[in-house]
């Protein structure tokens, strides 16, 4: 049976997603249209690729994560260094490598840019920090001037990734689409637009296929299943020493904030809730053992939902829903 997919962003705890995938495929189910923020819209590009589970757990567990954390050794100096990168490049850590990972596991299946996928087939989420607007990707690429069947997945993929402060933003400079007025007015440094990590304005975007969906017609559509990261934090207090241990707390907050309770009481009875057994979204030096029991959490996290789930009561659910809020 075909469902639509929307996964939800959680940084190194990507795999966990992909556990639940896995449950999904052995159940008979299998991915017409998905979408997904931050990690979550690697997962997506990967199965519209035409990865398969076991294809992405072991991409994940022959990858090194901390192969991702890349800048220029003057960089490293103790204290100075990563406070001179911030000023210069707005992040920790450049993205690019982790754009070159992406990049070569999608080539591999004979995908560069969204034109080589079908329409609407992967939808990525974007924030752009300069004028505050949550960018679905690759259509609204199409506001900066650029062509979005010509743009390249795992550069949306990156856009969605870039965790404030942690990796560098990306940047656009607005003279690929402003008019020349308004171009010349500002100055060299203000022509730049910032895109950073889509969880900082939606993290969850199930409403991406609800916007489409006539909840007359609802029998006849394909259903919308979420993937969602979710488990009880821990009790340790994050001890805050300075600026960076700060910023750790601050986008760790950020990103790991979106438990149970942001689940809207409509969104419950598609939503696979897969507990993330205690890793941190920036962990990026988590080992293969801890990645096997957050794929095994999410595959049996799966088991359970499918092994519950019914076609007549999605629909059922799906018009209840609809009514109330029509």
Known sequence: MKVNAVFEGGGVKAIGLVGAVQAAEQHGFSFHQVAGTSSGSMVAAFLAAGYTSM?????ILDTPFTSFLQRAPVFNIKVIGPVARLMIKKGLYSGE??????????????IRTFADLQP?????????????????????????????NSFTVAKAIRMSTSIPYFFDPVMIRKSLYVSNNEREADKFKDQFIYIVDGGILSNF???????????SKVSSLIPTLGFQ????KTKTAMTIRGPFTMFEALFTTMMDAHDERYIEDHDRFRTIKIPTVGVKTTQFDIDKETNMKLFESGREAGDRFFNKWSLNTYIDQYKQ???RTS
């Open 229 to 232: 990261l979710v488990g009880k």
């Open 120 to 148: 609407n087939q992967l939808r990525i989420i974007a924030s752009d920090i300069s004028r505050g607007r949550l960018l679905v990707l690759p259509d609204d690429i199409a506001q900066y001037g650029i062509d979005p």
């Open 205 to 215: 975007p199930m409403w991406l296929f609800d916007e489409k969906q006539d909840p």
């Open 321 to 323: 829903f609809f009514n």
């Open 55 to 59: 294809e992405m757990e072991k991409l």
């Open 97 to 110: 490598q982790l754009e070159h990972w992406v990049a070569q596991v999608l080539i591999k299946k004979g």
